[in-house]
Structure formats: C-alpha cells, structure tokens
C-alpha cells in the first residue's frame, strides 16, 4: 500500500491577494463569505496574527467575521492543549489544571492564572475563618456557609443541561454550576487548606467526601453544601433506582473526575444537537480513557 501523499501547503498569500481577501470577507453573499472563509482557513494558524488587528475594524463585518476566525484558532489551539494533557498525565494528574484546560477549549481567551488567584483568595478567607482543630461538621459548615451563603454559589437546578455548569471559568463568574463542576471547585479549595476531602464519583450524581478519624462525611455540593451520612447516600441511589455497590462512595481519581466532565459535556451536546461541539468532547473522552 502507498503511503497518503501529504496535501501541499498553500503558497503564502501576496499583500494584493490578502487585501482582496479582507474585502470579500465582508461580503454579505454568504456563499462568498464561506469561499473565503475556507480559503484563509487553508493557510493555518499563521493567519491568526494577520487576523488580529481586524478585530478593531470600523466595518462591523469584518469585525465579527475576523473574531470568527481568530476563535476558530484560538479554539483549535486549546483543543490540541487540553488533549496533549490527557495523553501525558496519569490517574492523579492536576485536576485544576485539566479543569482549565478544558474551560480554555470553550473560552481559550480566558485567564486561568486570575481565576486561580481568585480561588487562593477564597481559601485565604477561609483560612481565617476556620478552627481547623474543630470536629469535620464544624470545619464543613464554615466552608459551605462561606461559599453558598457569603458568596453565593449554588446549583443550576433551573437550567441544569446548561452547558456553561460544566466550564468552571462560568461557574465562578456566575456562581453556578451542576454537581460536578461545583465539587471541582469545592475540591479546589479544600486542597488549598490541605483537607482531606475527594470526590466521589456516584451515579447520578457527584459528591465529595472528608475522611475523618470519626467516620466520613458525605458533601453535596450542588445542594448548597449539604452533608450526607454514608446511609443517606445510599438512600440516594437506591431512590434513583441504582443497586448500591462500596465502590460507588469510593474517592475517584482525578483522571475520572475530568473524564466524567467531558462526558456530561457530550452529552449535553449531544441533547442540543450541536454535532461540532459533540465531536470536540468525543475528542476529549477518547484521549482521557486511554
């Protein structure tokens, strides 16, 4: 069998053809539009630069189609970013990092090192507000009446297959999320203060757990922090038609975490038929299960 014959890459555009580009780009004839869309697509993200000053134009067409095309990259870029860290990490890579990473495919302009600077701030706050020699319940009430009372997070139960719940760039802006994404930054923060909290990877819905020399506690982030006993979880999954099996209140790696985040993504996708995005998170999964 022959080898494919690579496609030739196309010959660098002149200044003439690149002026001709951008006023056709504008066209309203969308046709015309998609012919040169495709075209500067061809030439790769080396057109991003040449792109990027075009965001400022006076022509609101131009406008909006050059951002269409910067995004398209910056989208690509991030897409590629957040796959190459699911093949290169393990079981207990960084899942902050991941949940950014995977933020930045939806929102790549976004500025992971400020939103990481805002969750040190909150665990700063808390730092001050917690008697860390109290018993667990204690501990947990003085978190949860920090982040569901003084600042407000709380579950999307009004728009749950949003899937803005699933970005935590969004969750934090809007101080609301679904049961994964609010864990995420539940355990974000409680790592901060070196807790030994983990998430717990229940069906139907995701919890996190303390492990404390008294027993475990069980904490239900998407319903304002509250605290379950290992019965009430089980109550839970039985309520929800699930048989109970140990390993459903077992922690969950990191890698599951941000497995299961990608797989309510393409879900949630799927359910809209947004069959791009769908593909993206297929992507997502494929390279996180290996």
């Keep these: ?34 012919v040169i869309r495709a075209k500067i697509l061809s030439h790769g993200p080396a057109m991003v630069e040449w792109m990027r000053p075009h965001l400022l134009s ?19 870029a991030a897409d590629n970013a957040f796959v ?7 079981e207990d890579l960084d899942m902050e990092q991941g949940a950014w990473l995977l933020a930045q495919t939806q929102y790549p302009n976004i500025n992971a ?41 709380s579950g999307n139960e009004q728009n749950y297959y949003d899937p803005e719940n699933s970005y935590l760039n969004r969750v934090v802006d809007r101080r609301t999320g679904n049961p994964i994404s609010l864990c995420v930054l539940y355990l974000a923060i409680s790592r901060r203060l070196r807790l030994p909290i983990a998430g717990i990877n229940m069906p139907g819905h995701f919890l996190c757990r303390f492990q404390g020399t008294r027993g475990d506690i069980f904490i239900d982030a998407f319903h304002r922090g509250r605290l379950l006993t290992r019965a009430d979880c089980i109550k839970l ?31 949630i996708y799927t359910r809209l038929e947004h069959s791009d995005e769908s593909n993206r998170l297929h992507r997502y999964i494929t390279a996180l299960a290996k």
């Design 237 to 267: 999954l039985i309520n929800a038609g699930h048989e109970f099996y140990e390993g459903f209140l077992s922690p969950v790696s990191s890698r599951r975490i941000l497995l299961r985040m990608c797989s309510n993504l393409h879900h």
């Design 113 to 153: 090192t400020a939103y990481q600077a805002l969750l040190d701030s909150f665990a700063g706050d808390l730092r001050m507000r917690i008697d860390f020699g109290a018993p667990a319940d204690q501990i947990l009430t003085t978190i949860n009446q920090f982040l569901f009372s003084h600042l407000g997070f």
């Design 1 to 34: 069998m022959n080898p494919p014959v690579a496609s030739p890459e196309p010959a660098p555009l002149t200044e003439s053809q690149k002026t001709a580009l951008l006023t056709l780009l504008a066209d309203e004839d969308p046709n015309v539009h998609q």
């Design 58 to 76: 006076s022509d609101p067409m131009l406008r909006r189609r050059a951002a269409e095309i910067v995004d398209h990259f910056d989208r690509e």
């Design 84 to 90: 190459a860290f699911c093949l290169t990490r393990g």
